[in-house]
């Protein structure tokens, strides 16, 4: 069993929504502060930081997972900490094949700090992940549902749906 010193950790941050053009979202600030808080609490040696502001969690194709990726390959890092299971993604078939396969293929520990998700014991908190990723999965599936039926009321009563261009003539 390897000691905390001993785990190279990447910090995996993702909000599926700006909330500022040119300024961090405050979301990916505060979860920077509890993944930092976790590091320091436990001892472990902080790697490298991976940022997805403004994308998904439905898709996995995302900038800085990628590199997150190529850094488990690379054996940079061997322990990647989230602040909850949905910051990892929001596709339970993709987000299942990560935690139960791919992370334990790579000999990486995976944690989810607010979910008490801790690949490394033998939790019941564990046990529970699957269910929690179907959850999210379900989430996002019906926030968009949603989101389509205002759409759809606006474009009914004739209201204006697009947002302001890019360019001017």
Do not use: W
């Amino acid at each position: 069993m390897k000691s905390n010193s001993n785990f190279k950790v990447g910090l995996y941050i993702r909000l599926s929504r700006e909330d500022g053009e040119n300024k961090e979202s405050e979301s990916v600030s505060n979860q920077r502060k509890i993944l930092q808080r976790y590091i320091k609490e436990n001892n472990l040696e902080f790697v490298k930081e991976y940022v997805d502001d403004g994308v998904s969690g439905t898709t996995f194709n995302r900038p800085g997972f990628n590199e997150l990726l190529q850094d488990i390959e690379n054996k940079n890092i061997n322990m990647v900490i989230t602040k909850d299971l949905s910051r990892l993604g929001r596709d339970y078939i993709k987000t299942g094949e990560y935690i139960e396969n791919y992370f334990p293929e790579k000999n990486i520990r995976y944690v989810a700090i607010t979910d008490g998700i801790d690949t490394y014991i033998n939790s019941t908190n564990n046990d529970i992940t699957p269910f929690k990723a179907i959850m999210n999965d379900m989430y996002a599936k019906d926030i968009s549902k949603k989101i389509r039926s205002v759409y759809k009321e606006k474009q009914k009563q004739g209201e204006y749906l697009c947002s302001t261009p890019a360019y001017r003539l």
